[in-house]
């Protein structure tokens, strides 16, 4: 049986350190488990180690499945089966033992699989896609398992079918290369090595990237032209060493990061009539004056699945 609580408070579940109580949270510990959770009853998001999402500081009345506990991988020869719970740094660390090349870009990564692969996500033109060969799917509308081959899971920049769709990704399978593991290590040093200048450590509370970079640009880059770097909210403050990143420096609330992003996304949209693109999600309540300003940058594109 999957742990369940009721009233939970959120907040140190998640890297940016930001949240109050949710209705219901759901720990299962096995795929088993999440999927007698899917099939019984509904859950309003399915998230892995809350890496990239900010919650309301008010309450909110969510149900929240957290695969966290869902840590389940196995390696033959090239071929790496993963759960949706298992960390990225986790198998980049033991394809580095096999000489295994194509997740040097994972080391660095504070999410797990299931968000990964949900977001496609990417960096130092390495993605998750690139290696992906199928996966094992909850449909929740259909209540079945389904299994999915690499075209069928229209990847694309931060998309795949599972933000369009109402699945969640159990398990996953990967092809990768042999390759050397002196190279490896060079390149997962360089990784992290980036990661130490240009993205503030979990030391103070982050989500990663807060905006997705418009096409054939940079969300970064235009950040930056509008001298947003060290810009405040309350205790939300946006990091010296890259625009694109929203630091909990002094216990900020959801509405000082809220309120932050609405001004980076202003000045942009002022300067350049680019509007960004929230990368991150928001979990709250509808209706509230966060949630509106959400939207606004959001265009309501509220998918609410698995993150």
């Known amino acids: 049986m999957a742990d369940i609580y009721t009233d939970y408070d959120i907040k140190n579940h998640t890297t940016f350190k930001i949240g109050g109580k949710v209705k219901k949270v759901a720990f299962p510990s096995s795929i088993k488990e999440l999927v007698e959770l ?17 919650f309301s500081s008010d309450n909110t009345n969510k149900s929240i499945i957290i695969t966290k506990k869902i840590e389940e991988y196995n390696i033959e020869g090239n071929i790496i089966k993963v759960s949706c719970g ?3 740094p986790i198998i980049a660390n033991e394809c580095k033992k096999r000489s295994l090349t ?9 999410g797990s699989f299931g968000g990964m692969i949900y977001m496609n996500a990417s960096a130092h033109n390495q993605y998750i896609s690139d290696t992906f060969k199928k996966a094992i799917i909850y449909d929740i509308s259909n209540k079945k398992i389904i299994e999915t081959d690499k075209e069928t899971m229209e990847f694309g920049y931060r998309k795949s079918i599972l933000t369009e769709r109402k699945y969640v990704l159990l398990e996953a399978e990967f092809e990768l290369k042999e390759g050397e593991e ?5 390149i997962m040093g360089r990784n992290i090595e980036f990661r130490k200048t240009r993205q503030p450590s979990l030391k103070y ?3 990663g990237s807060i905006f997705k970079n418009p096409e054939n640009d940079s969300a970064g880059r235009l950040l930056d032209l509008c001298n947003m770097k060290g810009e405040k909210e309350g205790g939300a403050v946006v990091f010296k060493n890259h625009a694109n990143f929203i630091i909990n420096k002094e216990n900020a609330t ?12 202003s000045k942009v949209k002022e300067k350049y009539t680019i509007e ?4 991150i999600k928001y979990i709250g309540d509808e209706g509230t004056k966060e949630y509106k300003l959400w939207e606004i940058m959001n265009q309501g594109n509220m998918t609410k699945i698995q993150k």
């Open 102 to 110: 194509g997740f040097e870009f994972l080391i660095g990564f504070p």
């Open 182 to 186: 002196s190279q490896i290590n060079e």
């Open 276 to 279: 960004l693109r929230p990368e």
């Open 86 to 88: 298992t960390k990225g």
């Open 254 to 265: 959801s509405e000082d990061v809220l309120k932050l992003m609405y001004k980076m996304y």
């Open 38 to 54: 899917l099939s019984t009853d509904e859950y309003d998001y399915i998230l892995g180690n809350c890496s990239n999402v900010l």
């Open 205 to 207: 509370g982050n989500a």
